[in-house]
């Protein structure tokens, strides 16, 4: 191990020469860092207007109750009426649809 004798006499010059190594070496890794920093890309998103187009739909669909007030109204007025008909054999037909669908008949 070969010891350096010319610096025994001064030792805070090592201990400058070391800081000074340091701070050169923290300062070319930030400038690599910033370096790095601008090459890289930002992340976007954007929107397709087919997307937006069906958020705004999806929001006026949860808004709405999904009834058909007007259609209510009329069926409710041809009842008090006695206007409404109702057609058996269709409203038979339906049910057994459904059941068929409901419990896997067919």
Request: no cysteine.
């Amino acid at each position: 191990m070969a010891i350096n004798i010319n610096n025994l006499q001064n030792p805070t010059q090592v201990k400058t020469d070391k800081v000074e190594q340091n701070a050169q070496r923290q300062q070319a890794a930030v400038q690599q860092n910033a370096s790095q920093a601008a090459n890289q890309k930002q992340d976007s998103v954007s929107i397709t207007p087919q997307a937006q187009q069906f958020a705004k739909l999806t929001e006026k669909a949860g808004n709405s109750s999904g009834i058909d007030q007007e259609k209510v109204d009329k069926i409710k007025q041809a009842i008090a009426e006695g206007k409404y008909k109702i057609n058996v054999e269709q409203l038979a037909r339906r049910i057994v649809q459904f059941e068929s669908e409901l419990f896997g008949k067919k």
